[in-house]
């Protein structure tokens, strides 16, 4: 299958800006036959998250050890590219059926400024995010914490724009990296590698 390209770039469709200048060392090694996305290989033991959510619960990645987690990052104020990924990566969470208590979304706040916990609220409510899709916001210190762990930059270009690398990686149970997905990532691309992984 093709190999999924992770951005080099920043991610940048229109609303998340147009910026050459965030990049990521995150690239998939070789194309897997079987998956959608892009495998690590070896997998790389995944950097930590400790962040909370709009509701005050913390969230930490080693928590959510033995299942599946879709890590990536957002702003609610973009206004193309990181709805796209959100209603992605929730529709696979619907696909799943029963299998999505085995899956975890966890997005990574790009902007601490605009994600405010009642900015979240709303935007979990008005994209019907299901409650496996944990939005993680934070004071900017910790959310940079976070993106530097993950090779992500987040640079606010203009008011309502905040040019950031957008991917997707798959998290193992056991902690590591497997799998990555770009900008682009559908649905039906991560419901097949699950469906694969979850055997």
């Not at 798959?170 to 979850?198: C, F, M, N, P, W």
Request: glycine fraction near 6%.
């Amino acid at each position: 299958m093709r190999l999924v390209a992770l951005l080099v770039a920043a991610v940048a469709l229109g609303g998340c800006g147009q910026s050459t200048t965030a990049t990521t060392t995150r690239q998939p090694a070789r194309p897997a036959a079987e998956f959608a996305g892009g495998e690590l290989t070896p997998p790389l033991r995944a950097p930590p998250i400790a962040l909370h959510d709009a509701h005050g619960k913390r969230i930490t990645l080693a928590s959510q050890r033995g299942r599946y987690v879709l890590v990536t990052f957002l702003y609610t104020h973009c206004p193309d590219v990181c709805p796209l990924i959100a209603q992605n990566l929730n529709l696979a969470l619907k696909r799943l059926g029963p299998a999505r208590e085995q899956v975890r979304v966890l997005a990574v706040s790009v902007d601490p400024k605009g994600d405010t916990a009642a900015s979240v609220r709303a935007y979990e409510k008005r994209l019907r995010l299901r409650p496996q899709f944990h939005y993680l916001i934070g004071s900017r210190a910790e959310l940079e914490k976070t993106w530097i762990a993950w090779r992500v930059q987040a640079v606010r270009s203009s008011p309502d724009v905040v040019d950031h690398v957008a991917y997707t990686a798959l998290v193992d149970t056991r902690g590591k990296e497997r799998l990555l997905y770009d900008s682009s990532v559908r649905a039906a691309q991560v419901v097949h590698d699950l469906r694969i992984l979850l055997g």
